[in-house]
């Protein structure tokens, strides 16, 4: 009975020594299995890492990349825009060049111009006395070579009336009211003075005039010397558009508005292409024929014109002609 009692007792020992070492081995087991999920946790934790640190090197490589493309395109940006500021700069500095060398060249024949007029009328003079000691001549004469000789006669008058009124046309350009004095001129009559003594080209080549300015139409205070340089040279620009064609017509008319003067010359002639509006008012390009009586055609004369106009703060333009005309130039001159 002793024994058998020993024997639960021992084979009970040994059950609760199995026991607690299987619940031992269990919490072994379970130490190890979470120590692997932690050491797995911290190798993925290690691993997103080290990606994410690959991603912040690329990311970083390509914004530096980026930044040198950049600054590469910033620099040769800079470069050509220095190279086109250069080659411009250099293309006005030989345009000034060719402007001031025609500007020495005009400055130089002041005093000869001055000379000029002095002769000139001296000339004209000398002239109106032939034409009164011919006359007389030819009251002595008979009726048939008065006749034969009147129209020489004639002509010869008209000829010394056109010098005449070139000469006082050239008084409004270098007298010295029109260079030292400004002045709010009226247009009509200062247009009527620079187209008159052209009058007997218009009638040889057909040439129709019409003003219809406006009797009290004044410009802005200015010098009438400009004044009649941008006349002259729109008129004379009018006027070899049209001397080949077939209808061959001038206007000038204008208006005032808005405190700006408006100033329109017309013509029938050819036209002008809307693709050279602007590149005409470009020193030396010309696209009229030579004219020896109305300019050689430099291509300066729309640049003066230009120059002129806007030292005024006004412009000059090509716009679109009115129906019946082919060409329209438009000068503003705002009043204030």
Same mark, same amino acid.
């Given at each position: 009975?002793?024994?058998?009692?020993?024997?639960?007792?021992?084979?009970? !020992?040994?059950?609760?020594?199995?026991?607690?070492?299987?619940?031992?081995?269990?919490?072994?087991?379970?130490?190890?299995?979470?120590?692997?999920?932690?050491?797995?946790?911290?190798?993925?934790?290690?691993?997103?890492?080290?990606?994410?640190?690959?991603?912040?090197?690329?990311?970083?490589?390509?914004?530096?990349?980026?930044?040198?493309?950049?600054?590469?395109?910033?620099?040769?940006?800079?470069?050509?825009?220095?190279?086109?500021?250069?080659?411009?700069?250099?293309?006005?500095?030989?345009?000034?060049?060719?402007?001031?060398?025609?500007?020495?060249?005009?400055?130089?024949?002041?005093?000869?111009?001055?000379?000029?007029?002095?002769?000139?009328?001296?000339?004209?003079?000398?002239?109106?006395?032939?034409?009164?000691?011919?006359?007389?001549?030819?009251?002595?004469?008979?009726?048939?070579?008065?006749?034969?000789?009147?129209?020489?006669?004639?002509?010869?008058?008209?000829?010394?009336?056109?010098?005449?009124?070139?000469?006082?046309?050239?008084?409004?350009?270098?007298?010295?009211?029109?260079?030292?004095?400004?002045?709010?001129?009226?247009?009509?009559?200062?247009?009527?003075? +620079?187209?008159?003594?052209?009058?007997?080209?218009?009638?040889?080549?057909?040439?129709?005039?019409?003003?219809?300015?406006?009797?009290?139409?004044?410009?802005?205070?200015?010098?009438?010397?400009?004044?009649?340089?941008?006349?002259?040279?729109?008129?004379?620009?009018?006027?070899?558009?049209?001397?080949?064609?077939?209808?061959?017509?001038?206007?000038?008319?204008?208006?005032?508005?808005?405190?700006?003067?408006?100033?329109?010359?017309?013509?029938?002639?050819?036209?002008?292409?809307?693709?050279?509006?602007?590149?005409?008012?470009?020193?030396?390009?010309?696209?009229?024929?030579?004219?020896?009586?109305?300019?050689?055609?430099?291509?300066?004369?729309?640049?003066? +014109?230009?120059?002129?106009?806007?030292?005024?703060?006004?412009?000059?333009?090509?716009?679109?002609?009115?129906?019946?005309?082919?060409?329209?130039?438009?000068? !503003?001159?705002?009043?204030?």
């Amino acid at each position: 009975m002793r024994r058998k009692a020993e024997e639960e007792a021992r084979r009970t !020992t040994e059950e609760s020594a199995m026991q607690m070492a299987e619940k031992a081995l269990r919490k072994e087991k379970e130490s190890l299995k979470a120590e692997e999920e932690a050491r797995k946790k911290e190798e993925e934790r290690r691993i997103a890492e080290e990606e994410e640190r690959k991603k912040a090197e690329e990311r970083a490589r390509k914004a530096e990349e980026e930044r040198r493309r950049v600054e590469e395109e910033r620099r040769k940006a800079e470069e050509e825009r220095r190279k086109a500021e250069e080659e411009e700069l250099s293309r006005k500095r030989e345009q000034y060049e060719r402007e001031f060398s025609q500007l020495r060249v005009l400055a130089s024949t002041g005093t000869l111009v001055l000379i000029f007029a002095h002769e000139l009328q001296a000339l004209i003079e000398d002239m109106e006395e032939m034409i009164t000691n011919f006359a007389s001549i030819l009251e002595r004469l008979s009726g048939k070579e008065q006749k034969d000789h009147n129209h020489t006669l004639k002509s010869f008058g008209n000829r010394t009336e056109m010098i005449k009124e070139l000469g006082e046309f050239l008084g409004l350009t270098i007298g010295r009211e029109s260079r030292l004095e400004k002045k709010e001129w009226v247009l009509l009559p200062i247009v009527e003075s +620079v187209f008159r003594p052209f009058r007997w080209y218009r009638e040889n080549y057909g040439v129709d005039y019409y003003d219809t300015l406006p009797d009290n139409l004044r410009t802005p205070r200015m010098y009438r010397s400009e004044l009649v340089s941008v006349l002259h040279n729109l008129m004379s620009n009018a006027f070899k558009a049209v001397k080949g064609e077939q209808d061959r017509r001038i206007e000038v008319t204008g208006f005032e508005e808005d405190d700006v003067v408006h100033i329109w010359f017309l013509d029938s002639g050819e036209g002008l292409d809307r693709s050279l509006r602007e590149e005409v008012f470009e020193p030396f390009e010309s696209y009229s024929e030579p004219d020896l009586r109305f300019g050689a055609g430099t291509g300066l004369g729309l640049k003066i +014109v230009r120059d002129i106009v806007k030292s005024y703060d006004g412009d000059v333009r090509f716009i679109d002609a009115p129906d019946d005309w082919k060409t329209c130039v438009e000068v !503003t001159l705002p009043k204030r």
